[in-house]
Structure formats: structure tokens, C-alpha cells
């Protein structure tokens, strides 16, 4: 029974050491333990163009012997800064912010004489950023597809035509014949217009015309293959309208043609236009000559109900067509 309460007696002691240690954390340092070092570094962290204090600061402490880095914080967002618990040595600081070119500080020292050490402001540059000019093209797609119409770039359906006709014939579902005659899927009952205005010829006269217009002054091709009720579409095939580009004058145009044959065919015609703004005139003057020798039988005779003859022909011809 003396035994137990002994150690008892005992267990209690020591617990109530253990306690008394507990409530005095500022005694001595216990064996193998190093007392905290006293040194630190402030200062504050502020823009070269007199802006104001850096946020935040990234402020990173460096041996100078090795430039290894020792510990580092971040500063306030009034730019200062404080890194306590230095040993002595020689130091320096590496400073960087966000917009800011980083900054080596010179050396300081921390000794026990002079356990604290102000470097005061540290002034950083800003990054100067030089931004390049940017140029954003943007081009408009080749075919441009309306409720009414498609519209076609010329030079793009047509990069090596020499004149709108050329043109014409390069465009999707528009066709033009030996001859310069124009048809759309087929059909030459078309409607040819110039900038949203009909053109007062057809036939050849307006196969010759097309082919003295330049093909670089042409800006698309529409074709409307369902005009509606304000073109008098009836009996057309569709319109197709040549729209050349702005501010485009043909001036003064004109075009001859001739052609002959034997025995003694020959045909020859002209044409000249002009166009300035809304005004548009043309003219077309066509000649032919045939001059060929005939020759021919001619019999006919005619019937009454019954079948008998009431009269007959017999006819031979030789002469010339003038």
C-alpha cells in the first residue's frame, strides 16, 4: 500500500513541472536549441517616375557571398516591406513587381553591432512595352449568295479576263456563245443590265459592246434568276447585271465588225457608245450585200373539189439576187 502511494506522490510532481515549464516559454533555451537572430531589413518599394509606392513588392534576400537565396516576403500595398530573423552577413536584396524590370539592391550587413539595417526606397523602372501594329485584312467571300441574287467578285471567278464578256463566261450558270451571246442556264431570253439600268441593244450589237469593256473596271456579276415583278420578268430567263466598280466612266467606245463569203456575200457594221455617270448612249449601223445568180424550176397546179385541173405553172428561173 506504501509502494502505490509513492508513486502516486511522485507522478504528480512531475506532472505539475511539466506545467510550470509550459507557462514560461520566455526562459532559457533548453540544450541544442539556437536562439533566434535579432537581424532584419526594411525599406519600401517605390516607381522611378514618381507614380507612388509598387503593391505588393516580391523582395527576395540573397547571400552575397553565393547569391543563394536566404528567405524573402512580400511587401504591403504601400510598397514597405520587413524581413526579420537575420543572422550577421553580408546581404542584398533582389526586387521585382508586376509592370516593373527587377532590381538587385547593393550589399548591406547585418552584424550584432548593427543588428538592423534600412535600405530606404528602392526605386524600380517600368517595362516599357512597345506594341507592334496590327493590320487585320478582311476581304469579302467570293460569292455572296441574297434572298434575290448571287452576287460574283470578278477577280475572282475571272483573275485573267480581258473584258466582260470574258467575264461572263467564267460566271457559274451564265454562258456565252461563239458569237458573244449571252444565256443563263441555257436560256438567252436574258436581261443584260449595267449598274441596275438595262442596256437599250441586244444580239450582236451588245456582244460587241461587252467585249470593249475592261474586265478590271468590272466589281461583280449578279445574277437574279427569279426577277421579280418590278424587272417585267415575263418571258425571261433572269437578269444578269454587270455592277462596275465606283466611280467608273466608259467614255467614249466603239467596236467594227465584217465578214463575207462566196459567191459574193458580205456583211459589215460598226457601233460607238459612251457612258458618263447616268447617261449612256449607243448606236449601231449594219450593212449586207448578197449578190448571188439563181437558178430554179418552179411548177405548181392547182385543183377545184371534184380533181379537175383549174390551173398550172411551170416556171424556170435564172437571175441574180440583189
Known amino acids: ?27 532559457p533555451p533548453q540544450a541544442g536549441q539556437q536562439p533566434p537572430a535579432p537581424g532584419e531589413v526594411t525599406g519600401i518599394i517605390v516607381a522611378a517616375d514618381s507614380s507612388g509606392p509598387v503593391a505588393r513588392p516580391a523582395v527576395a534576400l540573397r547571400n552575397k557571398s553565393d547569391s543563394k537565396m536566404v528567405t524573402g516576403t512580400m511587401g504591403s ?5 520587413r524581413i526579420q530573423g537575420l543572422r550577421p552577413g553580408a546581404y542584398y536584396l533582389r526586387v521585382s513587381g508586376i509592370g516593373f524590370t527587377p532590381l538587385n539592391t547593393p550589399e548591406f550587413t547585418i552584424s550584432p553591432d548593427a543588428p538592423v539595417a534600412n535600405v530606404g526606397s528602392i526605386k524600380l523602372s517600368r517595362i516599357s512595352v512597345t506594341l ?3 493590320e487585320i485584312t478582311g476581304e469579302k467571300p467570293t460569292v455572296i449568295i441574297e434572298p434575290d441574287r448571287n452576287s460574283y467578285k470578278a477577280k475572282d471567278v475571272a483573275p485573267a479576263a480581258a473584258n466582260a464578256s470574258d467575264v461572263l463566261q467564267a460566271t457559274p450558270s451564265v454562258e456565252v456563245d461563239a458569237d458573244g ?9 436574258v436581261a443584260i443590265q449595267i449598274n441596275g439600268r438595262p442596256t437599250p441593244i441586244k444580239g450582236t450589237a451588245l456582244a460587241a ?20 415583278a418590278k424587272y417585267d420578268p415575263e418571258g425571261m430567263a433572269g437578269i444578269i447585271n454587270i455592277v462596275l466598280k465606283a466611280n467608273t466612266d466608259l467614255g467614249l467606245s ?9 459567191p459574193s456575200r458580205f456583211n459589215s457594221g460598226g457601233n460607238v457608245g459612251y457612258q458618263r455617270g447616268a447617261v449612256t448612249l449607243f448606236g449601231t449601223y449594219g450593212f449586207n450585200a448578197d ?20 390551173d398550172f405553172q411551170n416556171q424556170d428561173i435564172d437571175g441574180a439576187n440583189k
Do not use: C, W
Open 254 to 262: 466603239g467596236g467594227v465588225n465584217t465578214g463575207f463569203a462566196t
Open 291 to 310: 449578190d448571188r445568180n439563181i437558178v430554179g424550176i418552179n411548177d405548181r397546179q392547182r385543183f377545184d373539189p371534184n380533181g379537175s385541173t383549174l
Open 77 to 81: 500595398a504601400d510598397g514597405t516591406f
Open 181 to 189: 451571246k449571252v444565256s443563263l442556264r441555257g436560256n438567252e431570253n
Open 209 to 228: 459592246y461587252l467585249k470593249q469593256i475592261p474586265a478590271n473596271i468590272v466589281e461583280r456579276i449578279e445574277v437574279i434568276p427569279n426577277p421579280s
Open 132 to 134: 507592334q501594329a496590327v
Open 1 to 27: 500500500m506504501k509502494r502505490i502511494l509513492f508513486v502516486l506522490i511522485a507522478l504528480v510532481l512531475n506532472l505539475a513541472a511539466v506545467s510550470l515549464r509550459a507557462q514560461n516559454p520566455g526562459g
